[in-house]
């Protein structure tokens, strides 16, 4: 797994399930060695469509843009 994934993966267990990616965005400053990568909207999408190909997460489209869900939590 690359970087970039594991730090979407760590961002959503501990900042919550659901996030939008401007929220993911944002919050990767918080783990600048983990999250270097992951310097766009771009970026996090990328990222974000290979963990769903191996079924970590998944997305829905809200107003407002994406919002990504670790599996197996309820979803708001």
Same mark, same amino acid.
């Given at each position: ?5 594991k ?6 267990? !501990?900042?919550?399930?659901g996030?939008?990616t401007?929220e !993911? ?18 970026? !996090?999408i ?5 963990l !769903?190909?191996?079924g970590?997460i ?19």
């Amino acid at each position: 797994m690359k970087s970039n994934e594991k730090c979407i993966l760590k961002i959503l267990k !501990i900042h919550g399930n659901g996030l939008f990616t401007n929220e !993911i965005l944002q919050l990767t400053k918080n783990y600048p060695k983990l999250c270097k990568g992951c310097s766009s909207g771009n970026h !996090i999408i990328s990222s974000g469509l290979e963990l !769903i190909n191996i079924g970590l997460i998944e997305k829905k489209i809200a107003k407002g843009g994406f919002k990504w869900y670790l599996k197996n939590i309820n979803q708001e």
